[in-house]
């Protein structure tokens, strides 16, 4: 499974998960609020318990004191002995201070305060009928007296009492069987949640296990594919022919397979953290990152980059080596993989091949031109008249001579377009006189199948171009156009000038090209069926030449056909006028280049970007013209008339007049070149033929190089901001000696590069570098120029470590303004 199948399942786990610590969460704090409550309802049963108690004593105690005292009336009624009446008195005494301790008792309980007041009111009667009797039986009327006790009245009121003591008590304890009642079903619900939490404890514990034993088993499964994986890719590398060597941003060697150990005759030990230039010859062998020394953009490496560089052996030997570079994005950064191919034995074939090619065009061609000739005498006549049977035999070997002649010749013509071999005599030409000439060496062979062909009227339409090999392209669209059109029709050929281009087209109504052919129609041997090359003729390599025949020229070959329809087949060239050159006057590039046609194609180059081109044919006259004129960039070829390019341009690099100047060499030979001017200040090297995309980016580059890039410089020692100040005058150049000051200068203003001191007052270097990034979020490029070692690789935005004890300000002052151009764009 892939990472990006697998993100939905990583979710949906990660989810699931969620749920559950979420239901698990949410009964930990129902379960906490609800033993929190079952607690709380514990403490206020245990409170109404002790309340409830309190109030049925003292209602006890009331009852208890009017007994006394009923007690004390009776025994005095009876006896008439004071005595009897103590227990009275006391009775009557704590009476009222128990009433309203029993009525304090009842706060808040309506019913019971009711029941209260009656049992106050009939107490109070109670004590009055009392008070009655002791009356009597004190005045000595005990015969009253004992005909009121005997009346029932107070019996009446004392059993009143009784009723509303009975009563209270009672509901008392009904209160108190409510609450208990309450108390027990709250108990109850909190035995399920907590019943509840348990088993959803035991559930998670559960799935805990199983999503650990799952993590476990899956981590296993991961590992074993990891090790075969790996196992894989150790197995691929080690048994691979091809050297293949990962190399860390600079450049530094960090693992390398047994076939890089034999190619290079090196033990990987003694490679790891050693530079790759130990391996391999670069453009430049000195300072900067591995592309910058290779010659290469920071993004050449997303879509794979192939060079062809010199290997070098622990003996000393070189050889010559295809390069395969790719990116490698790890943790720590963008690294390097490069793949390295000895073509020593490439060389040879194509050494031999050359050979053979050569033979060819010399030993067969010259023979079968004496067999075609002759037999082209014969078919004519001029060894006298031929029998029928041998005329036709002789025919037949004179057809199948020049189609062999023509084989060969397009084979040779295949060849050295891949090798780019085949010379260009360019000159100006009207391509209607080519159509017309194409016309003319084709029309015996349309006469012999029957077909006409036509050249419209129209203007001119200069070209540059070799004429006998666009005469090659026409001859080939024409002698196809008849062999596909039925006999009796008509091929006709326009040659209309237009905007910039020139199009010649070839118009025949023969069947039209099959869809399934289309993708196909330009390659090599193309047929659009397998019978065509007995019954048309022809190698299905025409197509293919022409095509490539028409690129070199600037121009390209096209068609549009339906099927059953005919065909129409386009050559596209540049016009050759004399006002493509003039450029917008937004300025002027001086071209050093001693060929003509070369020199033309730079200056249209160059016009389309707005710029006016002053052509130099020999370093002498290029360093005249530069001392006397302010050019905005010299293209330099290196190899010229009176001197090589890479003189010229030491001599413009020391003169103070064309030292700012921006030298961008263009050359057959920019390898070598490279070599020998590797310290040279060149912006950029292009190979002929140049990218134009390539160059037209460069000259954009200059538009936005008019002002001086602006460098901040940090470092706690003022000599050396002062003596980098001096040597840096060709940018704008801000020193600061703490980490405060250059928070406060990125503040103010936003540097195009930064240089960085480590060891500063108020903190480490490295501090600074999240707070690097300009307006557009991009980061700004870092020199760390310290005394104390530093890793290159501490940040991305670090493009180059330089050790001041171990690197010149002359190597500083080159790197800051190799690095100012990247960073504004500049090649």
């Given at each position: 499974m892939t990472p990006v199948a697998r993100q939905p399942e990583k979710r949906r786990y990660q989810l699931v998960v969620s749920l559950v610590a979420a239901i698990f969460g949410v009964l930990l704090v129902l379960t906490g609020v609800e033993l929190r409550r079952e607690f709380a309802s514990a403490g206020a049963l245990r409170a109404a318990v002790e309340r409830s108690y309190n109030t049925r004593l003292q209602i006890q105690s009331v009852f208890s004191l009017m007994q006394d005292a009923e007690t004390g009336q009776r025994g005095y009624i009876i006896t008439g002995n004071p005595r009897f009446l103590e227990p009275y008195d006391h009775a009557l005494d704590r009476l009222d201070s128990q009433m309203t301790a029993l009525g304090n008792l009842y706060l808040g309980n309506a019913e019971q305060t009711g029941n209260a007041r009656n049992l106050s009111r009939q107490i109070a009667r109670k004590r009055e009928i009392m008070q009655r009797t002791i009356s009597l039986r004190q005045v000595g009327d005990a015969a009253a007296a004992s005909a009121l006790v005997s009346s029932g009245e107070g019996k009446a009121a004392m059993d009143e009492i009784r009723r509303l003591v009975d009563l209270m008590t009672q509901q008392e304890a009904n209160h108190?069987?409510?609450?208990?009642?309450?108390?027990?079903?709250?108990?109850?619900?909190?035995?399920?949640?907590?019943?509840?939490?348990?088993?959803?404890?035991?559930?998670?514990?559960?799935?805990?296990?199983?999503?650990?034993?799952?993590?476990?088993?899956?981590?296993?499964?991961?590992?074993?594919?990891?090790?075969?994986?790996?196992?894989?890719?150790?197995?691929?590398?080690?048994?691979?022919?091809?050297?293949?060597?990962?190399?860390?941003?600079?450049?530094?060697?960090?693992?390398?397979?047994?076939?890089?150990?034999?190619?290079?005759?090196?033990?990987?030990?003694?490679?790891?953290?050693?530079?790759?230039?130990?391996?391999?010859?670069?453009?430049?062998?000195?300072?900067?990152?591995?592309?910058?020394?290779?010659?290469?953009?920071?993004?050449?490496?997303?879509?794979?980059?192939?060079?062809?560089?010199?290997?070098?052996?622990?003996?000393?030997?070189?050889?010559?080596?295809?390069?395969?570079?790719?990116?490698?994005?790890?943790?720590?950064?963008?690294?390097?993989?490069?793949?390295?191919?000895?073509?020593?034995?490439?060389?040879?074939?194509?050494?031999?091949?050359?050979?053979?090619?050569?033979?060819?065009?010399?030993?067969?061609?010259?023979?079968?031109?004496?067999?075609?000739?002759?037999?082209?005498?014969?078919?004519?006549?001029?060894?006298?008249?031929?029998?029928?049977?041998?005329?036709?035999?002789?025919?037949?070997?004179?057809?199948?001579?020049?189609?062999?002649?023509?084989?060969?010749?397009?084979?040779?013509?295949?060849?050295?377009?891949?090798?780019?071999?085949?010379?260009?005599?360019?000159?100006?030409?009207?391509?209607?006189?080519?159509?017309?000439?194409?016309?003319?060496?084709?029309?015996?062979?349309?006469?012999?199948?029957?077909?006409?062909?036509?050249?419209?009227?129209?203007?001119?339409?200069?070209?540059?171009?070799?004429?006998?090999?666009?005469?090659?392209?026409?001859?080939?669209?024409?002698?196809?156009?008849?062999?596909?059109?039925?006999?009796?029709?008509?091929?006709?050929?326009?040659?209309?000038?237009?905007?910039?281009?020139?199009?010649?087209?070839?118009?025949?109504?023969?069947?039209?090209?099959?869809?399934?052919?289309?993708?196909?129609?330009?390659?090599?041997?193309?047929?659009?069926?397998?019978?065509?090359?007995?019954?048309?003729?022809?190698?299905?390599?025409?197509?293919?030449?022409?095509?490539?025949?028409?690129?070199?020229?600037?121009?390209?070959?096209?068609?549009?056909?339906?099927?059953?329809?005919?065909?129409?087949?386009?050559?596209?060239?540049?016009?050759?006028?004399?006002?493509?050159?003039?450029?917008?006057?937004?300025?002027?590039?001086?071209i050093c280049e001693d060929d003509p046609d070369a020199a033309r194609v730079l200056a249209e180059m160059v016009a389309q970007e707005g710029y006016d081109a002053d052509v130099a044919a020999t370093a002498r006259e290029a360093l005249t013209m530069a001392r006397a004129g302010r050019y905005a960039l010299g293209l330099v070829d290196l190899h010229l008339p009176d001197a090589d390019g890479v003189s010229l341009i030491r001599a413009l690099k020391a003169d103070e007049d064309t030292r700012a100047m921006p030298v961008i060499v263009v050359s057959g030979d920019v390898a070598r070149g490279r070599v020998r001017g590797r310290s040279l200040e060149v912006a950029d090297w292009m190979e002929k033929p140049v990218d134009l995309s390539r160059l037209r980016l460069a000259v954009q580059a200059l538009a936005r190089a008019d002002t001086k890039p602006f460098v901040l410089h940090v470092d706690d020692d003022r000599d050396i901001l002062e003596v980098t100040r001096q040597a840096l005058s060709s940018v704008e150049l801000r020193g600061v000696e703490s980490l405060a000051e250059a928070r406060d200068a990125l503040r103010d203003r936003r540097p195009d590069l930064v240089i960085l001191d480590l060891g500063l007052p108020d903190g480490h270097g490295l501090d600074l570098l999240p707070e690097l990034t300009d307006e557009d979020g991009r980061t700004i490029p870092v020199v760390i120029y310290s005394a104390q070692d530093a890793d290159h690789q501490a940040a991305p935005a670090v493009q180059a470590v330089l050790t001041k004890s171990r690197m010149s300000l002359t190597q500083l002052a080159r790197t800051v303004r190799r690095m100012t151009r990247s960073s504004r764009g500049r090649p």
């Open positions: 108190l069987a409510q609450l208990s009642d309450k108390a027990r079903f709250r108990t109850a619900r909190t035995e399920i949640l907590v019943v509840a939490l348990f088993l959803a404890l035991v559930l998670t514990a559960a799935g805990t296990a199983f999503l650990v034993w799952r993590y476990l088993a899956t981590r296993g499964v991961l590992l074993e594919r990891l090790q075969a994986a790996a196992a894989r890719h150790a197995a691929t590398l080690d048994s691979a022919f091809d050297a293949i060597i990962t190399l860390n941003p600079s450049g530094s060697i960090e693992t390398l397979n047994p076939a890089a150990e034999r190619m290079f005759g090196w033990r990987a030990e003694e490679l790891i953290r050693r530079d790759v230039s130990l391996l391999i010859d670069l453009a430049n062998n000195g300072e900067g990152s591995f592309l910058d020394r290779l010659g290469a953009s920071q993004g050449a490496l997303a879509a794979g980059l192939l060079r062809e560089l010199n290997g070098k052996r622990r003996d000393g030997e070189t050889f010559a080596a295809d390069v395969a570079l790719g990116a490698m994005d790890l943790p720590t950064g963008r690294h390097v993989v490069a793949v390295v191919r000895d073509i020593t034995e490439r060389r040879r074939v194509a050494e031999m091949k050359d050979a053979f090619v050569s033979t060819v065009s010399h030993e067969l061609r010259t023979p079968l031109t004496s067999i075609a000739g002759s037999l082209g005498l014969l078919v004519a006549g001029a060894g006298g008249e031929l029998p029928d049977k041998a005329a036709r035999l002789i025919g037949i070997a004179h057809s199948n001579s020049q189609r062999l002649v023509r084989l060969i010749n397009d084979i040779l013509d295949v060849e050295k377009l891949a090798s780019g071999k085949l010379v260009m005599a360019m000159s100006s030409l009207d391509l209607r006189e080519i159509a017309a000439r194409s016309i003319e060496g084709v029309r015996g062979y349309a006469d012999q199948l029957g077909v006409i062909l036509t050249l419209a009227q129209g203007d001119a339409a200069p070209v540059r171009g070799d004429a006998d090999r666009l005469i090659q392209v026409v001859t080939n669209l024409l002698s196809n156009a008849a062999k596909f059109s039925p006999a009796g029709g008509e091929v006709a050929v326009t040659v209309n000038p237009e905007a910039r281009i020139a199009r010649l087209s070839v118009i025949d109504h023969g069947p039209g090209i099959p869809d399934a052919f289309r993708a196909r129609i330009f390659s090599k041997f193309a047929q659009a069926d397998s019978t065509d090359t007995r019954a048309k003729g022809g190698t299905g390599l025409g197509l293919a030449i022409a095509r490539e025949i028409a690129e070199l020229h600037g121009g390209r070959l096209w068609f549009e056909s339906a099927e059953g329809d005919g065909a129409t087949f386009h050559l596209d060239l540049p016009l050759d006028l004399p006002d493509l050159a003039v450029g917008r006057g937004v300025g002027r590039i001086l």
